[in-house]
């Protein structure tokens, strides 16, 4: 079953057509960035226009940076401020007139990889941590997810949230080296490990293309993998959920 997957960041939106017995992207990705401000009618065009380049006028699953709940964004995430409390299937299929299945993005990301990465057959408790704008994180249990976990706002020892020092856009925008930065990283992943005790841990986003940089300074006792999807793990798994809950 062919589906337009749709991964909306906070920097940029892609989408691409994928074979979903396969796991794989069948068409070109297409980049479009995430519109400033990211408000619900810029960002319903901007999937109004992938659906049309893409020519498609079927099933979308889209991938979105907030807890989803029924179709319906809790949060605004990394968005702007209007998208809470916003029906988003219903919006987007008002503007491009497909059905729409809308899931959060680290839960996406995190269904890509176990069904198709690093993660397939992994049992006990799997959490992928996604490394972007913000940190996303997945949670499993003997392939089951446990959806809308947010991770990256756990808080800091100086009280401040954790995806702000933690997230890839923190090195980047601060300028630190891997080593700088992934001290960091550990910190989190520590407060990770001592919270939940995973079997496994999934490191995705672009930047587990560069793992080697910064795995070194990681010294938690739990295994750590990077996923091996990269950035085409939220289209992929946004289209794996439309699939699950599309009705016959």
């Known amino acids: 079953m062919n589906i ?5 960041g906070g920097s940029g939106i892609k989408g691409a057509i994928v074979d979903t017995k396969k796991g794989e ?39 979105f940076p907030t807890i989803i709940k029924k179709g319906r964004a809790m949060h605004f995430g990394n968005l702007d401020k209007s998208w809470k ?28 990889v176990m069904e198709f990465g690093i993660g397939k057959n992994q049992m006990g408790l799997v959490i992928t941590i996604t490394l972007g704008t913000g940190i996303g994180s997945g949670v499993f249990y003997n392939g089951q997810l446990l959806s809308n976990f947010e991770l990256g706002r756990m808080y800091g020892r100086k009280g401040d949230i954790m995806e702000l020092f933690a997230a890839d856009s923190a090195r980047k925008r601060e300028d630190w080296s891997f080593k700088s930065w992934g001290k960091r990283v550990n910190f989190f992943l520590k407060h990770v490990e001592n919270t939940f005790n995973p079997d496994l841990i999934i490191i995705g986003g672009g930047v587990s293309k560069k793992m080697e940089k910064f795995k070194g300074y990681i010294n938690i006792q739990t295994p750590i993998k990077a996923a091996e ?20």
């Open 229 to 248: 999807l990269k950035n085409n793990a939220g289209i992929i798994g946004a289209a794996i959920f439309a699939k699950k809950n599309v009705k016959n």
């Open 4 to 8: 337009l997957g749709i991964d909306i």
């Open 85 to 112: 409390g916003t029906q988003v299937d219903k919006l987007f299929e008002q503007h491009s007139n497909n059905p729409f299945f809308v899931v959060n993005d680290a839960d996406a990301a995190a269904m890509g």
């Open 25 to 63: 992207l069948i068409s070109d990705r297409i980049r479009i960035p995430t519109p400033k401000p990211a408000t619900p009618e810029a960002i319903s065009e901007v999937i109004k226009t992938i659906c049309q380049q893409l020519q498609w006028s079927n099933i979308v699953g889209v991938s």
